[in-house]
Each structure stands twice: as structure tokens, then as C-alpha cells.
């Protein structure tokens, strides 16, 4: 069973920096895919970014510049850093991890002055 965990969410103002982290129990070799994606409050679920094993990345043309999306195989973690944040940034923020559905539970972001 992979488990998939966030921590590193809260509070910021606009025009500052998060890094989000989502461990594994599971070495995340296994894991080709991984990603993020976010849901605000009344929005539908949308992809952020994504990494595969190789190290290519993709990212969503509304964060395409201010974040990075990265992968640490020694502690099987993958991390979402977010600068420049804005309001629209507000969201639950979830990591999946593939093949398969693994998702983790969600964290809150929230940009506001």
C-alpha cells in the first residue's frame, strides 16, 4: 500500500514562498509519475506540475516560472517549491504518485494579505 504524505502548507502573503513536501512510504523509483495538483474551494481538481523517473517536467502555464516541482530519492519525497505567490494560488494542495491512484490526504495553501 503507498501512502503518500503533505506537510508544508499555511498561510503567506502575496509575492511570497512555500515549499510543499509529499513523502512516501514506498521507495519513489517505483513511482514514475508524480505530481501535483490543487483544488480551490468550488473549482474542480487541476494539475500543477509533474516529474518522471528520468527527471522531465511539465508544469500548468498559471505556474509555469514560479514553481519547481523536484524529486529527492534518498528520502522518497517529492517537493513543489512556489514563489511570487498570488490569491489564486488558494487551494488544497494534493501530491499522486502513479502507476496506480495514490493520492495523499491534501494540505491548505492560502495567499492572503
Known amino acids: 500500500q503507498v501512502q503518500l504524505t503533505e506537510s508544508g502548507g499555511g498561510s503567506v502573503q502575496p509575492g511570497g514562498s512555500l515549499r510543499l513536501s509529499c513523502a512516501a512510504s514506498v521507495s519513489i523509483s517505483t513511482l514514475y509519475v508524480m505530481a501535483w495538483y490543487r483544488q480551490a474551494s468550488g473549482k474542480e481538481r487541476e494539475l500543477v506540475a509533474f516529474i518522471t523517473t528520468p527527471g522531465s517536467t511539465t508544469y500548468s502555464d498559471s505556474v509555469k516560472g514560479r514553481f519547481t516541482i523536484s524529486r529527492d530519492y534518498a528520502r522518497n519525497a517529492m517537493y513543489l517549491q512556489m514563489s511570487d505567490l498570488k490569491p489564486e494560488d488558494t487551494a488544497v494542495y494534493y501530491c499522486?504518485?502513479?502507476?496506480?491512484?495514490?493520492w495523499g490526504q491534501g494540505i491548505q495553501v492560502t495567499v492572503s494579505s
Open positions: 499522486k504518485g502513479g502507476p496506480g491512484d495514490h
